[in-house]
Every structure is written in structure tokens, then in C-alpha cells.
Nanobody
């Protein structure tokens, strides 16, 4: 199984960015997909997740209303559209695949497969 995250970069506050994560080696439509992030000196934290059909999405409070997760099962790809970026969004963003139940959607341990991470830096 391989998860390849891309799309990170250096942007200014208020800008938008879209991350992509291409999956291979697994039956993509059977897995919930999620994004986590880890800022320097901090623990990795949950950002967003989307269940198998993509209809059920979940967000952390810090990104809700600004970020949107979506998935294209035909392309085995999950996206994270990030709008109104803030300096505190600076982090390495990781995509993950797993089969969590609703109560564990935000838990890292519920996700079996992880991508390598892509750096997002928000700075003026």
C-alpha cells in the first residue's frame, strides 16, 4: 500500500491550497480517508476525514468552515481544499487510510496506512 501526498507549498495568509493524496495497493473505496497534520514541536493532530462514499465528512474545530475534504474513488485520490489559510495552519500534512468507527475517526491509531507528508507553510 502506498499513499502519496502532494500539493504543499509556501503561501501567504488568506491564500488557498489544495492537497492531494493518491492511493495504490488497496481497495480505496473500502477505506475512510483522513488528513492529519503536525506542526513543529507539537503532536500530530486530526484535521479532516471522509468515509467511504465521501458523504460523511468530519473536521477539527480549528479548520471547520475553511477546509474541505473530498475524495474521488475512481481516481483513488483524496483531496484537502484549504481556504483562508492562517500561519497556525503551518505543518506537515499527512494523509491516512483506515476503517475507523465513528467514535475513533479522529484517532491516529484507527488508521492503518500513512503517506509521507507534505509541508504547508503559511507566512507573509
Amino acid at each position: 500500500v502506498q499513499l502519496q501526498a502532494s500539493g504543499g507549498g509556501l503561501v501567504q495568509p488568506g491564500d488557498s491550497l489544495r492537497l492531494s493524496c493518491a492511493a495504490s495497493g488497496l481497495t480505496f473505496s473500502r477505506y475512510a480517508m483522513a488528513w492529519f497534520r503536525q506542526a513543529p514541536g507539537k503532536e500530530r493532530e486530526f484535521v479532516a476525514s471522509a468515509r467511504w462514499t465521501g458523504d460523511n465528512t468530519y473536521y477539527s474545530g480549528s479548520v471547520k468552515g475553511r477546509f474541505a475534504i473530498s475524495r474521488d474513488n475512481a481516481k483513488n485520490t483524496v483531496y484537502l481544499q484549504m481556504n483562508s489559510l492562517k500561519p497556525e495552519d503551518t505543518a506537515v500534512y499527512y494523509c491516512a487510510a483506515g476503517t475507523p468507527i465513528t467514535s475513533t475517526l479522529m484517532n491516529q491509531s484507527a488508521y492503518r496506512y500513512w503517506g509521507q507528508g507534505t509541508q504547508v507553510t503559511v507566512s507573509s
